[in-house]
């Protein structure tokens, strides 16, 4: 079993800062693309940013220059840093990671979600 761990979230004013944790634990091999994604009522979810197990990074046009997504392999936990944070960053976060267990098969793993709200 995989779990995807998610802690950081809550509750801050436009201008503020937080930073997302994900830790992943398990029957773990090796863990590929970590993602963060977000969801609001109605709307599908949405790519925020992604690292692969290299360190490359791609971001959401929407939070460029104010999030930074990082990870620490050694720990399988991704981190995102968010700051500036506007009213329209209101979401719940997930991250996905991409995961191969002792069995040798990938799968993708969600987190349970954090809630993110940023207040005017």
């Known amino acids: 079993q995989v779990q995807l761990v998610e802690s950081g979230g809550g509750s801050v004013q436009a201008g503020g800062s937080l930073r997302l944790s994900c830790a992943a634990s398990?029957?773990?091999?090796?863990?590929?693309?970590m993602n963060w994604y977000r969801q609001v009522p109605g709307k599908q979810r949405e790519l925020v940013a992604g690292?692969?197990?290299?360190?490359?990074?791609n971001y959401a046009d929407s939070v460029k220059g104010r999030f930074t997504i990082s990870r620490d392999n050694a720990k399988n936990t991704v981190y995102m840093q968010m700051n500036t944070l506007k009213p329209e960053d209101t979401a719940v976060y997930y991250c996905?990671?991409?995961?191969?267990?002792?069995?040798?098969?990938?799968?993708?793993?969600w987190g349970q979600g954090t809630q993110v709200t940023v207040s005017s």
């Open positions: 398990g029957i773990i091999s090796k863990v590929d693309t």
């Open positions: 996905k990671a991409d995961i191969r267990t002792h069995d040798g098969v990938w799968r993708y793993h």
């Open positions: 690292i692969t197990s290299a360190g490359s990074t």
